[in-house]
């Protein structure tokens, strides 16, 4: 069975674990193990350690452990995905894993920039700039270009999909069509006779 990292800002929210539990249900529906990191179940008794330190080992333990992982790239707490998810993004790229992404805003980045703070056109340059005079990326991307092209590079772009905002978080919508991706990618040989498995 198919281990996968499952990353996100829903570890944040006061229904952590039952948001996990459902998501390694609906892994399980498709054949992979799901690795859910929950924070809140880390420890630092007895170790006399820091607890920080203790969920940062123990997440990078399980995505060294993982096969490929499933990152939930909501924008969260500003226009941007976590900043967290995002570095587990580049550790799963870096250690040469297939990963899969999703957003539950379908807008584009320069679109969410625009609404968090002013943005002026610059007619002579013909870029966008923020309130800093900054560049704005405006390629129509779901998200900075680093972490759009890593997961087009690895051919899945993210996944976008328009969540009603009460459910920015734990809207499934985008994380089911990811294990599609992935059981298409990943459960049977290209040109299979046999499609990917479906949840009965």
């Known amino acids: 069975m198919l281990k996968v990292y499952l990353a996100g800002p829903e570890v944040f929210l006061p229904d952590a674990i039952a948001i996990g539990k459902q998501k390694k249900r609906l892994c399980a529906d498709y054949g992979f193990q799901g690795l859910f990191p929950f924070d809140n179940e880390v420890s630092p008794e007895g170790s006399g350690q820091r607890i920080d330190l203790l969920i940062y080992r123990a997440n990078t333990a399980m995505m060294h452990d993982a096969d490929f992982g499933i990152l939930n790239l909501t924008p969260f707490r500003g226009p941007s995905a976590d900043v967290g998810t995002v570095f587990e993004l580049g550790m799963l790229v870096g250690l040469g894993k297939l990963a899969f992404g999703y957003t539950n805003d379908d807008s584009d980045l320069l ?66 069509a990811c294990l599609e991706l992935a059981a298409e990618r990943l459960q049977w040989p290209a040109g299979s006779p046999v499609g990917p498995r479906r949840p009965g």
């Open 111 to 176: 679109t969410r920039v625009k609404r968090a703070q002013a943005a002026e056109f610059d007619a002579a340059a013909k870029v966008w700039r923020d309130a800093a005079g900054m560049t704005i990326e405006n390629f129509g991307n779901s998200d900075n270009l680093m972490i759009d092209a890593a997961l087009t590079e690895q051919g899945a772009p993210i996944v976008r999909h328009r969540a009603a905002p009460e459910e920015a978080f734990c809207d499934v919508t985008g994380f089911r």
